[in-house]
């Protein structure tokens, strides 16, 4: 399809209108032709000195928002990512609601649900699309010994990849994260249940006597079980069976990153972010809680426990910059995305996307 068109009176004439790959909108498109076209040189000269200020102006502009709306798209499609049980078309429609005395605990692929069918002694038939834990197993212990026997079995069989980085973690099962818990599982099994996963994560940042906001990310070892190399906070992890969420902070802080308790300890609670995804046919649910730490100028952290590879100490629009591309994790991506919001570096007059971004950073797990 071919015709013309006058930006600001530079004409395009003969233009090709390609069809985007993804959902832009008028402004965007045209913006895109234009600049096509500049770089090609095929834009009509202005007719005076005047316009060809004009002409710089205005190309200015439009690269500065192009830039913001590759960005936008970019946090969008994270956000998508990490939240797409929520589709449509997603495994959803056909997973098993995971059930212990009646209450809701998690989502069963209809593959796990399968091989859960090989032990009637501890794992109800399906019934109203849920899968049950047998009543026999009427306690904590034996729900959670049960279980494991099921589990250690499938780990030997090696049919199951999840399996394959079992890692003697007991991570406790519950309604709700307020709710005793029912029963613990092996980290590396949850996934195949659903369950809902908690994890702390800390926000270490520093302001400058000029007002100046950097913040520490750390680098993942390259021997790391998931997402070796990649991005990260400059400390986090999961909540164990049994250990509190400030126990936590406080232990990860000094076993990844070397901060004292002293220091660690002056983190603030924040906020939650929570997101299920599904990833090689596996249900992610999941919960951080968020903690804001500002370090000392003159503190560095240090390579700890080897989890870490090494620090970076980076300006606020680096790390901006740097959540938009794969080089993140993303859930820890999701988490800084929620400190730039908190602290206004992403504001809702200059980001269009504002409402998603917010609404993907806090889905309510089922």
Not at 57 to 73: G, P, Q
Not at 84 to 97: I, K, L, T
Not at 263 to 279: H, L, Q
Request: charged share 25%.
């Amino acid at each position: 399809m071919f015709g013309a068109f006058c930006l600001y009176r530079y004409d395009i004439r003969s233009f090709c209108v390609i069809r985007p790959s993804l959902p832009v909108t008028l402004c965007e498109y045209y913006s895109y032709i234009y600049f096509s076209f500049l770089r090609k040189g095929l834009l009509c000269q202005p007719l005076c000195k005047k316009k060809k200020k004009k002409k710089k102006r205005l190309v200015d502009i439009l690269e500065f928002k192009m830039a913001n709306s590759v960005w936008s798209e970019k946090i969008l499609q994270l956000l998508r990512r990490m939240n797409n049980f929520y589709v449509p078309g997603s495994c959803r429609a056909n997973c098993f609601r995971f059930e212990i005395d009646g209450a809701q605990v998690g989502w069963i692929p209809p593959h796990v649900a399968a091989l859960l069918s090989r032990y009637p002694d501890v794992f109800s038939p399906p019934h109203g699309g849920a899968v049950s834990l047998c009543h026999s197993l009427d306690s904590y212990g034996r729900r959670s010994e049960a279980v494991d026997a099921v589990l250690q079995t499938l780990r030997q069989e090696g049919s199951l990849t999840c399996l394959r980085g079992w890692r003697d973690e007991k991570y406790s099962v519950m309604s709700k994260f307020s709710d005793p818990p029912l029963m613990w599982m092996e980290r590396a099994a949850t996934s195949l249940f659903g369950v809902k996963r908690y994890g702390v994560h800390i926000n270490g940042y520093t302001v400058s006597d000029s007002g100046e906001v950097s913040m520490w990310l750390a680098r993942r070892s390259p021997t790391k079980q998931t997402y070796p190399g990649l991005l990260d906070n400059v400390a986090a992890g999961g909540l164990a069976a049994g250990v509190g969420v400030k126990h936590t902070l406080v232990k990860e802080c000094e076993e990844e990153a070397c901060i004292p308790a002293a220091i660690a300890e002056k983190a603030r609670p924040v906020t939650t972010v929570s997101y299920t995804y599904v990833d090689e046919g596996e249900v992610f649910a999941e919960c951080q809680f968020a903690f804001d730490l500002e370090l000392p100028l003159d503190f560095k952290p240090r390579v700890g426990d080897g989890e870490v590879q090494d620090f970076y100490l980076l300006p606020i629009d680096k790390v901006k910059e740097l959540v938009a591309t794969d080089d993140f994790k993303p859930n820890c991506a999701m988490v800084v995305l929620d400190f730039l919001i908190r602290h206004s570096f992403i504001e809702p007059d200059t980001e269009p996307c504002y409402q998603e971004f917010v609404a993907g950073l806090h889905q309510t797990l089922e």
